[in-house]
């Protein structure tokens, strides 16, 4: 059964809370804590946790106190080392890092697995942050406030004819080869529902795929959304424009692009980024 988050260390007895298991080495709220996924940094530092934060993944940039944390490593090159030299209590990690959760409990360093599938499971982690870290009251607080932001974008763009929107979140500058666009299922796919779009790629059982142009063709979009990483070289909008509109039956599709490095993001930022994509979408 997916969790939203999972607390693992081998060898040890756990007491069974609604969420994650605590093992016994953190009969105390941990005052050192290393974080491998930005969304989870984000929200550590949201629920006022940051000063507890003593280093963090090569590609955490928000909030700008992480700037000069030290680097541990990606998703799949983490520094041991570097963690072990830390001397955290726990260490937060995404639930494909199995190898470096073993090695870290060989160490005796507790972990919690951050996943997020959706905008669910990013409000059970906050909750469940401010349970382990002593700091219950502000993060539920947290979670209150973000849960009522999203609610209020989806009540802004709410429409009984949303548009029907393509997300293409990555294809070869100038053609429409490596194309990959967002599924039915996971994150993209709810903020693309909160911002009030309809995603052309609904009913495809995955969060993200490499999609034929036969299918894309198949499917003609009243919106294509590109989203584009931070480091990506900047095209004009207007160039994508054109190139989209070669497509049979694409004359009329409107074009949006975003810098969207940040809203990729599971964290707290999320009712931001789906307000940003409804500006883009609704015009307004």
């Known amino acids: 059964m997916r969790r939203g988050g999972a607390f693992r260390c081998m060898g040890l007895l756990g007491v069974i809370l609604p969420l994650y298991v605590v093992p016994l080495e953190l009969q105390?709220?941990?005052?050192?804590?290393?974080?491998?996924?930005?969304?989870?940094?984000?929200?550590?530092?949201?629920?006022?946790?940051?000063?507890?934060?003593?280093?963090?993944?090569?590609?955490?940039?928000?909030?700008?106190?992480?700037?000069?944390?030290?680097?541990?490593?990606?998703?799949?090159?983490?520094?041991?080392?570097?963690?072990?030299?830390?001397?955290?209590?726990?260490?937060?990690?995404?639930?494909?890092?199995?190898?470096?959760?073993?090695?870290?409990?060989?160490?005796?360093?507790?972990?919690?697995?951050?996943?997020?599938?959706?905008?669910?499971?990013?409000?059970?982690?906050?909750?469940?942050?401010?349970?382990?870290?002593?700091?219950?009251?502000?993060?539920?607080?947290?979670?209150?406030?973000?849960?009522?932001?999203?609610?209020?974008?989806?009540a802004r763009y709410a429409s009984d004819d949303p548009p029907n929107v393509l997300m293409v979140f990555g294809r070869r500058d100038g053609s429409f080869a490596e194309l990959w666009v967002n599924g039915g299922v996971g994150f993209l796919e709810e903020l693309t529902a909160i911002a009030g779009g309809r995603n052309v790629f609904g009913d495809v059982e995955r969060p993200g795929f490499k999609a034929g142009l036969e299918a894309v063709i198949a499917r003609v979009p009243d919106v294509v959304?590109?989203?584009?990483?931070?480091?990506?070289?900047?095209?004009?909008?207007?160039?994508?424009?054109?190139?989209?509109?070669?497509?049979?039956?694409?004359?009329?599709?409107?074009?949006v692009t975003l810098a969207a490095g940040w809203m990729l993001v599971p964290g707290p930022r999320v009712a931001e980024a789906a307000q940003v994509l409804g500006e883009r979408l609704h015009g307004r």
Request: aromatic share 6%; proline share 7%.
């Open 28 to 154: 105390a709220p941990p005052q050192r804590v290393v974080s491998l996924v930005p969304g989870a940094t984000e929200v550590l530092f949201a629920i006022g946790a940051g000063e507890r934060v003593a280093g963090v993944s090569s590609f955490d940039h928000w909030p700008p106190e992480v700037e000069r944390l030290p680097r541990l490593g990606g998703l799949i090159d983490p520094d041991l080392e570097a963690i072990l030299t830390l001397r955290p209590d726990l260490a937060i990690i995404d639930p494909s890092q199995s190898s470096l959760r073993r090695q870290l409990a060989l160490s005796g360093i507790a972990t919690y697995e951050y996943a997020t599938a959706d905008v669910a499971d990013l409000l059970r982690n906050m909750r469940a942050f401010g349970e382990l870290l002593g700091l219950s009251d502000g993060a539920a607080r947290s979670a209150d406030e973000l849960s009522a932001d999203l609610d209020a974008v989806r």
């Open 225 to 255: 959304v590109e989203l584009r990483t931070d480091g990506q070289d900047a095209v004009p909008t207007a160039t994508l424009e054109m190139e989209w509109r070669t497509l049979p039956g694409f004359a009329n599709v409107r074009v």
